[in-house]
């Protein structure tokens, strides 16, 4: 048994954030619901990377939005607020990721539901939290990630470089899914309901706490090394370099040690532990000269022998081709109930044994409507 | 009463992935005993980022490992074995993160635990998962990035550029405490104990969710702007650009609208939606020149007023500062048991409108083990 088999959840939730917590949880067994706007939906079903376009809707939606339900409501109407009041006095969770009073407005805030469901757990995502001149911002990832230094870790020395995915959306999501876990649990001890709440900007924190942790105590802002950053915080070797046929990523590891084994002479002068920090702009450009003039193979062939931690760097193509890869079956694919296929990635977390896949695939905007009224409305009003 | 008092963690991980696993589930109540070898302990202790040493140890290791108690016993050495024995039999959770088998030559693999404690959620964060030809491989965070495909996402057109924090040892620590929590859940409905188990590589495809489904689905890899990149399937305005006096972040956006409200003509014609995806270098280009002739300030009270989406770009130092930031109150100051006190981050989940704060700092090596002889190794004897 799945651990969250038979457990409801009403996702309000749109985009990212909310929706990729609630993706977790229905792989782990829950039965989520989409409460969508007729018509439109939710909005990530039309926002597009790349502009693909598969089935109609964008592969973002389809990607985050698998092995869910969807019900369409116009929770302004009459007749379907009756029906969402149906729902969430059912649920075990009801979540949204809407600007603060947004739910208020809408009347499905925390104190509504709790007012006819007790025992529920009602999670939030906001961009800035409830308090605060930045609370109506658009919490939107690129801006979180801007406003919360984050943008000074990666790439060398210079200007701001954003990290290439939603990592605060997705870290929100995680955070928000451990808060509604945790008081699902404690709901089984003690009965009581929980109001959990995550925002955007306290995630992208926690994310940097280490950093955050360490520029408390000595003042510092983070400085990038000059060439082959791969974090501000770390000496020499730390970062991925050129060779003469593709990449190579070098983590930790004694300079001297690299200097014998790669058979690079100017390195075997430092010594001095504490030098891999100072002096890591010097020592990362010799060695980036340096493998230039052998092949990502060579390099891996020596150092990985010696037990150095270096990897080769790869694509997705060439990933995917490789046995390390498919060990872990980390495809699956999955259907729409039209009939339309598609592939995607799996929960990676697995339980007893068991890989938590899902042929289910994105549902159509209201698709469920019918199913949903007869299972869980028409037998409530009994 | 937080949603894990009174739970108790056994956990033998050592880093970052692991132990920030752990982390949240202390923050969010349970009692964390983190089990060390005698003398040097978590390797964490000694692992200094940027050569910052506080009160002797890490900043890294006092920023992941507070709110936890340290017991140092040498697993090889039979009084000790034993005193680990009565604290797993105990266990509600026993966790780590060695390379697959470690545990199992250590003596303390699920099903060794789960012979003396059937009702134990054991969990285990490996790097490339139990089989394949990785699976020996370090379990280490850049070497997982560059597998994994993550690094041509973030930073212009060009060569690889990987994220400049740990996030695979995050994302996989935050995946292996929402598997625990699911099964701690499952337990007290149904009594079973259960195996939690995680990789690194699972969780770095997993970070990659939404771009693989698209790559899967179109073929191609991805391919990131020139300039100004923030997300390699988006089109423009989506980066950071330079102003006059610093940066500003632009997020989704019409083109032309942007040219009307920034006075820059030339981007009116760009009145194809698709455009902005497939003439984003060009876009990109003209934005990036036009954005230098003013200053954030200016450029922020124009667009802002008309609700598009875009913010300061501001360090730690400045975003301090604001009024936005203070308002979530995101830090802590916490104590070590000799009165050494250091600031940090805190729990980015709360509960019921409460900060989940802690004041307990990170644990010296051994501290707690009287107090645990005392309190769970003493009394079970009898």
Known sequence: ?????????????????????????????????????????????HLYTSNVIMNGESSVFHAINRNKESFSADIKDDHDRQQIWDLVKQADVVMHNFRPGVM????????????????????????????????????????????SGLTWLSGNAGGPVPMGLSIIDMLAGNHLAQGLLACLFRRTISGEGALVQVSMLESAFDFQFEAITTYYYDGKLPERSQKNNAHAYLGAPYGIYQTANGFIALAMGSIPQLGTLLGCDPLLVYTDVASAFHLRDEIKAILANHLLTGTTEQWLGILQKADIWCADVLTWDTLMQHDGFKALNMLQQVEMSDGFTYRTTRCPISIDGELLTSAKGSPKLGEDNAAIINDLITRHEH
């Open 104 to 147: 208020e407005r809408l009347g499905f805030d925390y104190q509504s539901v709790y007012s006819v469901n007790p025992s529920v757990i009602y999670g939030e995502i906001s961009g800035y939290g409830n308090e605060g001149p930045w609370k109506d911002n658009p919490g939107q990832d690129l801006l979180l990630q801007s406003l």
């Open 1 to 45: 048994m799945r651990p969250l088999e038979d457990y409801l959840i009403i996702d309000f939730s749109q985009f990212l954030s909310g929706p990729s917590a609630a993706l977790k949880l229905a792989d782990m067994g829950a039965r989520v619901i989409k409460i969508e706007k007729p018509d439109t939906g939710d909005i990530c079903r």
